[in-house]
């Protein structure tokens, strides 16, 4: 048995057996049955802040202090209604880690806004993407209890990138992500009720048993809350921060074929395919295609264009599959009647229920 670095420090109660590992090592490509559909989402990203408290070594999105901006509720609008009139169903809030008094232009901005954190103003940007017509979905990174659940009600889905269990150089440095905060973030969402995404990182100094307990500690935690909608499986993609080598078609085949044979059959195994050739991961259990913006651009990888739907459904022609659009919240957490359940606010709710253009996705 093995526990995870931070784990105990952030009261995280996950452990990987000996057992469990060996199995996930053992899997390969050729032991997966492919999926019978490919699911995307069409979203707009809206990058609310580039101020981060970390210095992931392959991100080139945070910005030094001094440099950060902060995305006015003017262009949050005007972003949202542009994605609405192109039909998309998703706002995603991705953006720096907890900007903190480093940035101190971020801070005096969100003041003069009237807001004494970017979770305070999460929450109203989440606002506008609802009376625009569009579902948010937030990744602040690591988030405490108390942050997440200020947004909670009036997000559809969250998520965090667990990124990988093991203490890698590229999260060093005096702040760095710690794979159990990441943990007890992905857990805290279990215990708030909230549909999550989370993800693997690949290539980033992790060996092929950090890849097996990274999955591991994600079903762990899945099987503890049921709250896990799907897991990234993002190669690390090489930028002007990053000048390693992304990891190999080889390399992807095994860790997706890994990934669908340890999670439950209920968490789709998602990879990006701006990131990743999808169309050699198919026959490995890829099963969604995850957000695509027919409006902005991948702000955290922005040399790499997202494919346009007509190249989604070249993808899932040739894994001889049907391409169907989903909602940023997959299906089995709606209320099957009235608006809200467990999962789903009655904020989210009513607006799923009376959105037009929610429906339709509903109905294909
Ligand atoms: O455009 C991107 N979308 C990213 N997304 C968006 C994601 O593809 C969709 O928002 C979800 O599938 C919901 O539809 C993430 C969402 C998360 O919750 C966690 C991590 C990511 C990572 C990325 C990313 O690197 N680039
Ligand atoms: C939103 C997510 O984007 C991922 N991310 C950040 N930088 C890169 C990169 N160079 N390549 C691939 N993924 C990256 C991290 O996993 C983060 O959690
Ligand atoms: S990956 Fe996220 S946490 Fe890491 S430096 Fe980039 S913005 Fe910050």
Redesign the pocket.
Same mark, same amino acid.
């Given at each position: 048995m093995s526990s995870i670095p931070g784990a105990d420090e952030y009261g995280v109660d996950v452990a990987i057996e000996d057992a469990d590992r060996e199995r996930a090592l053992s899997v390969r490509p050729e032991d997966v049955e492919p999926a019978d559909e490919l699911t995307f989402?069409r #979203?707009v =990203?809206l990058p609310l802040t580039t101020a981060c408290r970390y210095t992931c070594t392959y991100c080139t999105y945070y910005d030094v202090p001094g440099e950060a901006s902060l995305m006015s509720p003017e262009a949050i609008r005007e972003t949202c209604r542009t994605g609405a009139d192109a039909g998309c169903t998703?706002a995603?809030f $991705?953006f720096g880690d907890d900007p903190d008094d480093r940035y101190t232009e971020v801070h005096d901005q969100l003041r003069e806004w009237g807001h004494d954190s970017i979770h305070e103003y999460l929450r109203e940007a989440c606002e506008i993407a609802l009376e625009e017509g569009l579902l948010p979905?937030a990744?602040p990174g690591d988030q405490t209890r108390e942050q997440m659940a200020h947004v909670a009600d009036v997000n559809a889905? !969250?998520?965090? !990138?667990l990124e990988t269990t093991a203490d890698v150089r590229a999260h060093s440095g005096s702040r760095a992500k710690s794979p159990g905060q990441r943990l007890n973030t992905i857990a805290t969402a279990g215990e708030l009720g909230v549909p =999550? $995404? $989370? /993800?693997i990182l690949v290539g980033v100094g992790e060996d092929w048993s950090d890849r097996a307990d990274s999955l591991l500690a994600i079903r762990e935690l899945h099987e503890r809350y049921g709250h896990v909608?799907?897991v &990234?499986v @993002?190669p690390v993609s090489p930028n002007e921060r990053w000048d390693g080598d992304p990891p190999s078609e080889a390399t992807m085949r095994r860790t997706v074929a890994m990934a669908h044979a340890v999670l439950p059959e209920a968490v789709a195994v @998602?990879v +990006?395919p #701006?990131?990743a050739d999808a169309r050699a991961l198919l026959d490995c259990g890829v099963e969604?295609l /995850?957000?695509?913006?027919p409006v902005t651009e991948?702000? &955290? #990888?922005p040399d790499y264009a997202?494919p346009a739907v007509r190249e989604l459904e070249d993808v899932a022609e040739h894994g001889g599959v049907p391409l169907r659009e989903?909602? +940023?919240v997959y299906e089995r957490f709606l209320p099957e009647d009235g608006v809200e359940n467990e999962w789903v606010s009655e904020r989210v709710g009513r607006e799923i229920a009376d959105g037009e253009r929610y429906r339709t996705v509903l109905a294909d």
């Open positions: 989402a #979203n =990203f998703e995603l $991705t979905h990744n889905s !969250m998520g965090v !990138m =999550f $995404t $989370t /993800g909608q799907e &990234i @993002q @998602q +990006p #701006n990131l969604d /995850g957000g695509v913006s991948d702000y &955290i #990888n997202w989903r909602l +940023p």
